[in-house]
């Protein structure tokens, strides 16, 4: 059985939960993460959710999301997502937003109520997304991502509207400094 960790509002663990019942139309504060990948042209990956997903089905969001398992360090839990859902390697991760948390409840009624770090990182091999995890996949420039969401919120996960007016400078940060090193 899959575990969710359980938080506070500082997101200090007090708990576990088990995964398909933590959501629901009252979900406890847990502990998730978000992951931003990027690529060597300055592009991040979007990714569309699956169809079948019992949250945001079919909605834009960042590149991979989940949560970490008890005693999972939260680099090991983005790494281990982006295998699931992409199929893919990741390196280079860093938090860029530890804080970040929301609340937000879909059409269907189900909460979220997340701890929710968000990530960066950079793509180390070919994607082979899950069709059960992602409908589609587009890599897209800061500035047009960021225009995207502000005309069409209503595409977007709600968590990546909120979080993309924090997370825009680190992305544009990273990139450049990739792009130094190159």
Known sequence: ??????????????????????HSISTPRHLA?????????????????ALGKSTWPGVWTNSACGHPMPGESMQDA???RVAFELGAVVDDIVCALPDFGYVARDASGIQENEHCPVFI????????????????????????????????????SPWLVEHLPQLAPHLSRVIAEADARV
Do not use: Y
């Not at 899959?2 to 933590?22: I, Q, R, T, Y």
């Not at 091999?125 to 502000?150: F, H, K």
């Open 121 to 156: 990182a950079r793509i180390a091999s070919e994607l082979a997304p899950n069709p059960d995890e992602v409908a589609e996949l587009q890599w897209a420039e800061v500035g047009a991502l960021r225009a995207a969401v502000d005309a069409t919120p209503w595409a977007f």
């Open 1 to 22: 059985m899959e575990l969710v960790v359980l938080v506070d509002s500082d997101g200090s663990a007090v708990g576990v939960h088990p995964k398909h019942s933590v």
């Open 78 to 80: 983005v790494r281990r």
């Open 33 to 49: 993460f978000s992951c931003h990948i990027i690529d060597d042209a300055g592009r991040v990956l979007m990714t569309r959710r």
